[in-house]
């Protein structure tokens, strides 16, 4: 078991480019969610999804896109990065009907110059 | 929405000693999740804990949901304990964590 996986570690983006930040995991949990994280702050979520095709915004939803296309996969988008997005962006994922406990991704850090 | 206060925001200590970190919140809530966020940045699942209490080895924590709070006990701290200690309740019937802002536990040797 991987558990949550996020790709890329570290990515630089210039103002105004777009890119995908992946998340998969590997323990058939139907919950996926996308946090970010800013300096010296909890988290705060994004964007969720409670199966797959369904998705739903969170509290910081502005200026990103996700869609979740398979029980694993839930991308985030990016398509038109704004300085105001350099964060560190944390996938989570969670069982549906075991319980409701959370398991984190690596983290993603993000810096838009 | 639901609000998270963590206290103390910061804490130093020195290696051996024990410390109690508190976490206030404002609504009814289904459970809670603890995470301790290492220096590396990893987000590390301690417990989740509805109600009462649990331990795992010099950590425990418990849970009043009638009172609205948790508390998360370290005994004998260790250097690796340092990092941000994050409390994330998940209230009512939603399955969205709420984060605090954390305690940053910083245990000298």
């Known amino acids: 078991n991987a558990g949550v996986t996020q790709t890329p570690k570290f990515q630089v983006l210039k103002t105004g480019q777009s890119m995908t930040l992946q998340c998969a995991q590997d323990m058939n949990h139907e919950y996926m969610s996308w946090y970010r994280q800013d300096p010296g702050m909890g988290l705060r979520l994004i964007h969720y999804s409670v199966g797959a095709g369904i998705t739903d915004q969170g509290e910081v939803p502005n200026g990103y896109n996700v869609s979740r296309s398979t029980t694993e996969d839930f991308p985030l988008r990016l398509l038109s990065a704004a300085p105001s997005q350099t964060s560190v962006y944390f996938c989570?994922?969670?069982?549906?009907?075991?319980?409701?406990?959370?398991?984190f991704g690596p983290g993603t850090r993000l810096t838009v110059t | 929405g639901i609000q998270v206060e963590q206290s103390p925001p910061d804490l130093i200590l020195q290696e051996g000693a024990n410390s109690t970190l508190r976490c206030n919140f404002s609504d009814s809530v289904n459970n809670l999740q603890w995470f301790h966020q290492n220096p590396w940045g990893q987000l590390i699942n301690l417990f989740y804990i509805p109600s009462g209490t649990k331990q795992n080895g010099r950590l425990s924590a418990t849970t009043v949901a009638t009172e609205r709070y948790s508390l998360l006990y370290i005994s004998s701290s260790q250097t690796t304990d340092s990092g941000v200690y994050f409390c994330?309740?998940?209230?009512?019937?939603?399955?969205?964590?709420?984060f605090g802002s954390g305690t940053q536990l910083t245990v000298l040797p």
């Open positions: 994330a309740p998940i209230p009512g019937s939603a399955r969205q964590l709420t």
């Open positions: 989570a994922s969670s069982s549906r009907t075991v319980s409701y406990e959370q398991y």
